[in-house]
């Protein structure tokens, strides 16, 4: 097993790992891990992709979710595909606030270029054009705060992902 990470500038960090085992044995280990009475993390398996959290009582605004997509090379190998990442109503509303912040960004510059050709004050939409890029990057910021915060969970999944997969069939 040899494991491909992506950088760890990514605020959702993903991994890539090939298997000399198929596809179904790999989901197999998966749901026999997760069904034992100690394993303490929620998950869902649906086909190929597992998707495993924090359990309730450890969860937190910024508690990690990790996906993992288990796809088939061939009859007897598999490649295991993982994304760690923030649950999905975290990450929707980190990606609207971004959005609104784009389009906020778009409509003062637009309303800076026509205040200026009318010859009117652009104080206001020239304060917006600078303060919008600015927030923008506390939002990143608060963004990378989070991942650390919840960084031990996600070393956590990790490890119980690694023991998973290491089991044999």
Request: net charge neutral.
């Amino acid at each position: 097993m040899q494991e491909e990470r992506n950088s760890n500038i990514h605020l959702r960090p993903r991994f890539k790992m090939e298997f000399d085992e198929n596809e179904e044995q790999l989901i197999a280990k998966f749901k026999y891990n997760l069904k034992d009475e100690e394993c303490k993390y929620c998950s869902k398996i649906v086909d190929g992709h597992i998707v495993i959290d924090i359990p309730a009582e450890e969860n937190h605004f910024w508690s990690p979710q990790l996906n993992i997509e288990v796809e088939k090379i061939d009859d007897k190998k598999s490649v295991v595909k993982g994304l760690f990442g923030p649950k999905p109503q975290v990450w929707t509303l980190f990606m609207f606030i971004h959005f609104g912040v784009g389009v906020a960004f778009i409509g003062f510059l637009i309303m800076w270029y026509v205040k200026y050709m009318i010859k009117e004050d652009v104080t206001f939409a020239v304060c917006m054009v600078i303060a919008l890029p600015v927030f923008w990057f506390i939002l990143y910021f608060i963004g990378r705060v989070g991942r650390k915060t919840g960084h031990k969970q996600m070393d956590e999944l990790h490890k119980f992902m690694m023991n998973t997969l290491d089991k044999k069939p």
